[in-house]
């Protein structure tokens, strides 16, 4: 039996994406796409690669209980405070919903408000809703209703530090995320900043000191550690298209862990983790290794000179930092194989 | 039923798309891969993207005969005239044969030698070999037990210009086809000239009135043609890793054909074929809309002014150029669905 | 002693490029920058190259005649009809103008109002203008108080096919120009196909039989062929910033022109011009090899086996495509040496 | 009076950025290039860029001190241990000598043998050499005779941290240097790992813990903090030709410090550095804008949340990092004005 499923923000990269992977999903029909700046034009407009593969032309869906009425679960790949905004009881009663956007990631509204500098739209719904990181909450991802799918730079990162936090092997005080992001991040915004030419050639940090995604990942961290975390996140732009690769640091508690130590501890955390690729001794993370893939590799090493562990893990930022993380909480919701639709192999070059 | 396959010349960037596209596919195993310098090294060491998917590691090929006893498809990822050096009666009676190297796609020896520089190693394997050039030649691969998978600038052109030959719409001496090639197309060789900042940032032609892949166009068109072509081809380097785009010329014979009317010639004479887009009025073929998947989009237009047809046609060089193309033939001489493990729509971006 | 310059439309590539290359001309010193969107603004909050190596603001120049007082050459990097609406006879009797615009590059204005889809705003100073190809309209534009800067395209074609039509060595209706451009090339506009990653890993054919340049190299070989030529020039979009490359291709008219032959023909042509580098045989023209320079390369062959002449040659289209032209044009106009400021060696990689 | 240079390892990216710089600079003549793999060769054919305009062919230097004569200057761009081989007391009587390789670039021949897996081949000569880092080490340049020209990252990352040293700003065990470097920064060697397919979109740390360069930081860091300092390095390969931007972390120990604060302390540290551009409040170090040149831009933030210091500072590789610091030091060490040669404004884009 197939599933029907809606996507708002159908022109967005991440819609896009999510288009791409659900096609090739055997229990997954798209319904419709709705697209306030495209209604009525064909999905290929927008993304020619579907030409003669989708036939949809993009909705209006402002008429969103009743377009639910149809669907079994709702992939919002909005603007954040959008789905925040449109999102009611009546829709949460006969569909699932997967927020890609930010508007429930973070517990605490007034962090909400301070990083978004907007007000939080509809806190009883941010409740009720569970992050959608399913390495780390499978459990309470699997019964949700309404499931808020983490962001690109927080999944790298959260994967990459939880089982440090979860052994108690570092000092809290000091991790440092030093990420790296294709430029996909960006989206499809006609953006000066954006344009090729800007950032061809050229590397840059931004939002240093400020990302919004610092205290998503400080909160999930947190949690892991059971203790208040205060970490320093800086993103960089890379000119390319996609992947994410963090450089994450902190300081060990325990000198006698070595890198083989910390390898095991690893493969241990992540056992029975499709998705999450420990590497082997000598092997780095790099992004060109999970291209076009669900997979999240992580290279743990112990530096003994300075007392300093160096992780770096690598995704694909549409996929496991988007789009593909968002079929895998769909295939927990629904009870499909966790990695239905996610078993392309990485494509390389 | 499944079948095995076994592929040699596994190091190369098309033995691993081949990998990939073939892990993807429900009806075939990789049996073994074959690699001279990778002998007993885990197939991750070459392609790291296959960590924990793949775990097979190259073998020494050289008992060919033996080895094929298992197998029902032998892929030739080799380089030129090895195929043709090794391939025994004995391996083609248990196995079919699908060459990805140029040997058996030129019928004339002598142009062989003139363009490869070497003598070809087996005329009479040459003589019951097939050109596998599926959209034109379906009927012959069918039954064939070796077929010669066309080379990445010759898919894109001939099937750009077939329908203009078969309904004899054109100046046979005004061809010229000027393409454009992702930078895979030149091999994992550790060549100078393919150095990063060698290709990066820049833009050039190559082997100008001389490329090998000039006679293997010029015979398939003249084949449609019924009569000898010559034509000019130039190819050219694009600082990107994927992508094929032949931008063709050549004069209209009858000025009352718009270009309404030359895509409905094209149309019906691609109809059916799933792998190949003829595009709708003010679309045009772009490299990024085909990147990940098997099709060809083409883009037919007149130029009223000039009286001449400009055609622009895009492939992706891996997969409609080489391993899609390998996969799609197979599943012909093989008997299942053409688009068995072909599926994919492009990946962009 | 120092000339003193003004330029309009600052905010763009080609404006940017000018500053860079007129900061390091001992005879000139930049006044003032005008641009509309950026009044008042630092010139490095628009390009941060300049940070405290030019401290100018950018200004109104709307009062033009006033500004133009002071200054002895004014460059117009400004949108098409601009630069002629705002041109008045008193800013050219103080001051003498290049535009890089398209303004002035067109003898006929009806063929103006075809291509820019707007009605002339200055027929009476095209009248004046000079078309500013320096090495073929030396002459010209030496006295000339308005000198229209050709575009990228036609540099690099007009150069490639001169010594052809001067010699009379084509059929002149067998001319086709596939020419391949950086991104640059489409300034710096916030428009989502110039996004990084809709360009970036694709390659594209685009504005086919309908470019606006074509005109502009039509109009300037008839000139030197004495008699209308109409010709095929395709665009491209190439992943990387700089360069364009052009791959000509003619008929030949006399079969006993050898490449040899070919090539002194060329050399003699372009005798004495520094910016001209007619490449030695086995050398193809690569945008790598001039970027940053005011070159142009040029690789003549004869293709004895299909009796067509195919030209490649490079520029870097910031350079000798706009600005470094433009700098060309003032140093004839003002009496300075022609390589004044000009004479960085390209820069790899 | 123009002084006369050799440079030995011509065929590398680094001597052939050298004599792009070299040929702008007015009191300098190139009198011979060497290269064991170039002898008599046409130095265009390494580097087209030169054709027509250094007309030179390659030299066999095994005769180097009676070459040595001739000239004032000799500039080693060779691989490492090949410069202190080849030196002796006769070369230095009669010429100054910049090497750019790292044989004079650490005090300790352990450190160096533990790094570059090699003895070193000429202490003696070591204990006479002075580390080029104009901006810290200019009086001891001026009347050298034997520079070691500092390593890219080593120059990025010891400018970034020396004003928090020299002010004792932070906890010395608290340094963490992320630096990420363009391609060029891999050589010009046939590599598999260089590849444009390799490389582009693509991006990976590599030398984890163990980069040569790190002793080079923490020997120059110490001496500015006259104590022992151990740190994290982390070297990134970015898909880019030029530049290298480092992002360095460290706690604050005084946290009345603020951003505003800490600017001032840099711009008063590098006051009359003219290479040294400390951008202001909201700007970020981004490689674009020093593309080019021999800039470095500094841009030092306090995070308060954290109580960290993080600075992004951003060299064009090849100039600053290399072949522009090697004309800065030739220009100390001969009298010349220190930027003489080096006044090209950075190229964007």
Not at 71 to 95: G, Q
Not at 261 to 286: N, P, W
Not at 331 to 345: D, H, K, P, Q, V
Request: charged residues 20%; hydrophobic residues 40%; glycine residues 6%.
């Amino acid at each position: 039996m197939m599933i029907k499923v809606g996507i708002l923000g159908a022109s967005g990269y991440t819609a896009n994406e999510l288009v791409r992977i659900l096609l090739g999903h055997k229990e997954v029909e798209i319904a419709w796409l709705g697209s306030q700046s495209q209604i009525d034009k064909p999905y290929h407009h927008s993304y020619q690669n579907f030409f003669q593969i989708l036939p949809l032309s993009c909705i209006d869906a402002s008429e969103l209980e009743s377009l639910c009425k149809h669907i079994d679960v709702l992939f919002c790949a909005t603007p954040h405070n959008f789905c925040a905004t449109i999102l009611t009881p009546k829709v949460l009663e006969s569909t699932k919903v997967i927020d890609l956007s930010a508007d429930f990631r973070l517990r605490d509204i007034e962090t909400f408000a301070a990083h978004y500098h907007t007000t939080h739209a509809n806190p009883t719904l941010l409740a009720q809703s569970v992050y959608g990181l399913c390495e780390l909450n499978r459990a309470q991802i699997k019964p949700a209703r309404l499931v808020a799918n983490p962001g690109c730079y927080p999944t790298c990162s959260i994967l990459s530090l939880a089982p440090l936090l979860a052994n108690n092997l570092i000092d809290l005080d000091s991790i440092i995320i030093d990420a790296k992001s294709g430029t996909s991040g960006a989206g499809r915004k006609a953006a000066l900043d954006s344009l090729f030419c800007e950032v061809n050639e050229s590397f840059k940090a931004y939002s240093i000191t400020s990302h919004r995604h610092t205290p998503e990942i400080e909160q999930a961290l947190s949690e892991i550690a059971k203790e208040p975390i205060t970490l320093s996140f800086t993103p960089h732009l890379v000119p390319m298209n996609r992947g994410i690769l963090a450089t994450s640091y902190a300081r060990l508690r325990d000198p006698k862990v070595d890198s083989t130590a910390l390898r095991h501890i690893y493969k241990d955390f992540y056992k029975g983790e499709y998705f999450v690729r420990v590497l082997d001794h000598g092997l780095s993370a790099q992004t060109r290794w999970v291209k076009g893939s669900n997979f999240i590799d992580i290279a743990p090493y112990v530096d003994t000179r300075t007392n300093r562990i160096i992780i770096t893990a690598s995704i694909d930022n549409l996929i496991k930092g988007a789009s593909g993380q968002a079929v895998q909480n769909m295939n927990i919701m629904c009870g499909f194989r966790e990695s239905s639709g996610l078993e392309a192999a990485p494509m390389f070059p």
